[in-house]
């Protein structure tokens, strides 16, 4: 249907295959017959988590950026450990891990793409509810706080520009059709 829009890879070459990022240069044919180079990176995917309390209140995680040299306010999240690992299961680890809270309930907002021209990684966005506190058990290398809010003060945030992390505005954003039923 898109034909005319259709890039076809020639070849490809590994640029750098970091811990996380996998870099590569492919030679494509564009549809008008001539080739371009793009560079872009391979990355396992993501899944993300808004944790929702009885009270109405979303916990979110806050943590330093290094790439962005700031302080965020995000829902807890983190990649997908083995190819084919269940997004959901990504998800239940990285609440239990960077907050402490299990949950009974889990609906699934999208899933999106977070830069589409340079990489390839997919971030799993849910809701979880029904939440039973625990005890934090992130990783060495990682730091975080633990921050409870009102729904609607979390929002307000994205207006304001507190929250600057897209998988975190499109969860609270598309919570509230989830959450007003």
């Known amino acids: 249907m898109y034909e005319d829009l259709i890039e076809v890879k020639r070849s490809s070459e590994n ?3 970091g811990t996380l990022l ?3 240069r492919d030679t494509v044919c564009l549809p008008n ?3 371009a180079v793009r560079e872009w990176i391979h990355h396992p995917g993501a899944a993300a988590v808004l944790p929702v309390l009885p ?6 995680v806050r943590q330093f950026r290094y790439p962005i040299g700031q302080v965020t306010l995000e829902v807890p999240a983190g990649k997908l450990d083995a190819v084919g690992e269940d997004p959901l299961h990504c998800a239940q680890r990285e609440l239990s891990e960077e907050t402490g809270y299990t949950a009974e309930r889990y609906e699934k907002l999208t899933m999106i793409a977070t830069t589409v021209g340079f990489s390839n990684e997919y971030i799993h966005l ?3 509810r029904d939440l039973t506190v625990g005890a934090q058990h992130t990783d060495a290398d990682e730091f975080v706080n633990v921050v409870s809010m009102p729904f609607s003060d979390a929002l307000a945030m994205i207006g304001s520009g507190e929250i600057i992390d897209a998988k975190t505005m499109i969860s609270l954003m598309m919570a509230q059709e989830h959450l007003s039923g």
């Not at 009270?55 to 979110?60: A, S």
Request: net charge positive; hydrophobic share 45%; no cysteine.
């Open 15 to 17: 640029i750098f295959d």
């Open 126 to 128: 849910y809701l979880a």
């Open 33 to 35: 017959g001539k080739q």
């Open 22 to 24: 996998h870099v590569r």
């Open 55 to 60: 009270n109405g209140n979303v916990i979110l």
